[in-house]
């Protein structure tokens, strides 16, 4: 049995959710203790432990300590299988973290599968539905994975409500991911969505964000109103060059102004283009995993953070794969997954 501290590290869910999907993917059981022991709130919250159960169903599985606050869990999984799936976060925590750790199974299972997931699609602290379809599922493809993702409903914290569908084949041949350079730009936009606010909101965080990126970048504007089952606000930004996508996202609160949310995007583009490197530090860590299983690659990107020092302490117990992290100089890391 694999033992995990669930304090190591950042300290968070991506210990759990990272140990999970390769708990099930090679077979091992998994000891997790001290379930997220840094974070105000310790141990399963509603979204972990719709993760659990999601990976339970998935693989077969059973566990020992599957219930809210539990800071310790035995995870010993089954036989991975496909089928038709509904999970459901039951608050409006992420779905799309839960898609992140069932997909890796899934696309080891025998036959094509369909996942339907509720809860936050646009949440705080996690990527939003934007950043899973336009920027993490086409490093995915570029590897070989034939997957599709459809936003049925936005649900915004803290009502949630959301849903996406996923539709999911087995991985027939892992192919090497290479991103050392974006390419040339060829569309930049900024956009607010909201429900059950006042519009002007969206609309002057798209204002104070193009006002501090001082026309860098040839942007596009669009404050839209979406469905959704409570009120919420996000806006983001979206880089779409020639060889990938990179999208920054700040999700609206009662105590974060709309002046604060537009800077705060505007400096998350601004440090990632004066870095010059493809893979930000939120891809960077997401795409560890996917890498180490299939047939490895390298990208440029920023430090590492502490996300992406444990994701790999992670996958190094489980799997036995070279993963080097090489300094360049500026800013600039090289991650390099050898198989």
Not at 31 to 46: D, E
Not at 75 to 86: A, H, T, V
Not at 187 to 202: M, Q, T, W
Request: aromatic content about 6%; proline content about 4%; some cysteine.
């Amino acid at each position: 049995m694999i033992e995990i501290d669930g304090s190591f590290g950042e300290g968070g869910g991506q210990i759990l959710r990272t140990s999970l999907s390769l708990a099930a993917l090679t077979g091992k059981s998994v000891h997790v203790v001290r379930i997220r022991s840094r974070r105000r709130k310790p141990g399963l919250m509603r979204q972990h432990l719709a993760c659990v159960k999601a990976v339970m169903e998935i693989s077969g599985g059973a566990a020992e300590g599957d219930e809210l606050n539990s800071q310790e869990l035995v995870f010993e999984p089954g036989k991975l299988r496909s089928g038709n799936y509904r999970f459901v976060v039951g608050s409006a925590g992420s779905a799309v973290l839960i898609a992140q750790t069932v997909l890796p199974c899934l696309l080891c299972a025998e036959g094509k599968s369909t996942v339907v997931i509720e809860g936050g699609t646009h949440a705080a602290n996690a990527p939003i539905a934007e950043f899973f379809e336009r920027v993490y599922l086409p490093c995915l493809r570029r590897m070989g994975a034939e997957i599709s993702c459809t936003l049925d409903r936005v649900g915004f914290y803290p009502a949630g409500g959301g849903a996406m569908t996923l539709e999911i084949s087995p991985l027939k041949c892992w192919r090497h991911l290479e991103l050392m350079d974006t390419g040339t730009l060829r569309k930049a936009r900024l956009v607010a969505l909201s429900h059950g606010i006042d519009p002007k909101i969206g609309e002057d965080e798209l204002l104070f964000c193009r006002a501090e990126l001082k026309d860098d970048v040839p942007f596009t504007s669009e404050s839209r109103m979406v469905d959704s089952s409570g009120p919420g606000n996000v806006m983001f930004a979206e880089l779409e060059f020639e060889h990938i996508t990179e999208l920054f996202s700040v999700c609206g609160d009662f105590d974060i102004s709309r002046r604060e949310v537009g800077m705060r995007v505007a400096r998350m583009v601004r440090c990632y283009r004066a870095l010059r490197v493809p893979v930000w530090r939120f891809l960077a860590d997401q795409l560890l995993l996917p890498m180490a299983l299939g047939a490895g690659g390298r990208f440029l990107t920023a430090s590492p953070s502490r996300h992406t020092e444990t994701n790999l302490a992670v996958i190094g117990k489980f799997l036995d794969v070279e993963i080097k992290l090489e300094n360049r100089g500026r800013g600039q890391y090289c991650i390099e997954v050898k198989k």
